[in-house]
């Protein structure tokens, strides 16, 4: 297990195609109020002082483009943070390969990894102090979800309705992802086929922490996601 004080790097994923924003970009780079949301992304990251360096997991082609992001968004921080070292790396066909590629580039300090998505980019840096805080509190992995205000009806391929889960129990999750870096590591040994990275770590038999996340996590995925995160900054 790593120490209490294990140093925290941060892999942002920026790899994602956009195809459903309907951008000629990949979805990193589509502007929000002007700027790139991998910009956003990493402003809110670098405001959080316990992340001590950061991967971006970038398209291959746009490597020369995210590192000037990254500059832009270091520039633009006055937090502690905004001093750690950032690299660009290209990311795999799949997300599981581009978390490999941004693991395989932090360095042998780091003890406690967070995984973020980009398209998550008005994600508050308080959000990534919760989870900083509860894997050097002794979790091995960690997630920010919100309550589940919908009812959520679960069905067969026929389109059935075969349960109603008590939405009580329910949480819709977010990124940052935290973990330590050892069952980080097994679990992309073990398996790279998951929509996230929690869900490797749960095949491990491993528990997993929710903490409390923020309506601005929102995933921008849609044009009326872009919309809504426009409103919010906005406001």
Same mark, same amino acid.
């Given at each position: 297990?790593?120490?209490?004080?294990?140093?925290?790097?941060?892999?942002?994923?920026?790899?994602?195609?956009?195809?459903?924003?309907?951008?000629?970009?990949?979805?990193?780079?589509?502007?929000?109020?002007?700027?790139?949301?991998?910009?956003?992304?990493?402003?809110?990251?670098?405001?959080?002082?316990?992340?001590?360096?950061?991967?971006?997991?970038?398209?291959?082609?746009?490597?020369?483009?995210?590192?000037?992001?990254?500059?832009?968004?270091?520039? &633009?921080?006055?937090?502690?943070?905004?001093? %750690?070292?950032?690299?660009?790396?290209?990311?795999?066909? /799949?997300?599981?390969?581009?978390?490999?590629?941004?693991?395989?580039?932090?360095?042998? &300090?780091?003890?406690?990894?967070?995984?973020?998505? %980009?398209?998550?980019?008005?994600?508050?840096?308080?959000?990534?102090?919760?989870?900083? %805080?509860?894997?050097?509190?002794?979790?091995?992995?960690?997630?920010?979800?919100?309550?589940?205000?919908?009812?959520?009806?679960?069905?067969?391929?026929?389109? &059935?309705?075969?349960?109603?889960?008590?939405?009580?129990?329910?949480?819709?999750?977010?990124?940052?992802?935290?973990?330590?870096?050892?069952?980080?590591? @097994?679990?992309?040994? /073990?398996?790279?086929?998951?929509?996230?990275?929690?869900?490797?770590?749960? @095949?491990?038999? /491993?528990?997993?922490?929710?903490? /409390?996340?923020?309506? @601005?996590?929102?995933?921008?995925?849609?044009?009326?996601?872009?919309?809504?995160?426009? &409103?919010?900054?906005?406001?």
């Amino acid at each position: 297990m790593q120490p209490a004080s294990a140093v925290v790097g941060l892999i942002v994923v920026a790899a994602g195609s956009g195809s459903r924003l309907g951008a000629d970009v990949p979805k990193a780079f589509v502007p929000l109020a002007g700027v790139p949301l991998l910009g956003h992304a990493l402003r809110g990251a670098l405001a959080c002082p316990d992340v001590a360096e950061v991967v971006v997991v970038s398209p291959t082609g746009w490597l020369g483009e995210a590192d000037a992001v990254c500059r832009w968004a270091r520039s &633009r921080s006055c937090e502690p943070s905004s001093g %750690a070292p950032v690299r660009v790396v290209p990311g795999g066909a /799949e997300r599981g390969d581009s978390v490999a590629a941004g693991l395989a580039a932090l360095s042998d &300090r780091v003890g406690v990894v967070l995984v973020h998505d %980009a398209a998550r980019c008005l994600t508050p840096a308080s959000v990534f102090g919760r989870v900083v %805080a509860a894997i050097r509190g002794g979790a091995a992995a960690v997630v920010p979800g919100v309550p589940v205000v919908d009812t959520i009806k679960q069905v067969d391929s026929a389109g &059935r309705v075969v349960a109603t889960p008590e939405r009580s129990s329910l949480r819709a999750v977010q990124t940052p992802q935290g973990f330590r870096r050892d069952v980080l590591e @097994r679990a992309h040994a /073990e398996s790279s086929e998951a929509t996230d990275d929690a869900g490797l770590v749960e @095949r491990l038999g /491993e528990s997993v922490l929710v903490v /409390e996340g923020d309506p @601005r996590a929102l995933k921008v995925t849609t044009p009326a996601d872009l919309e809504a995160a426009a &409103r919010i900054l906005a406001g």
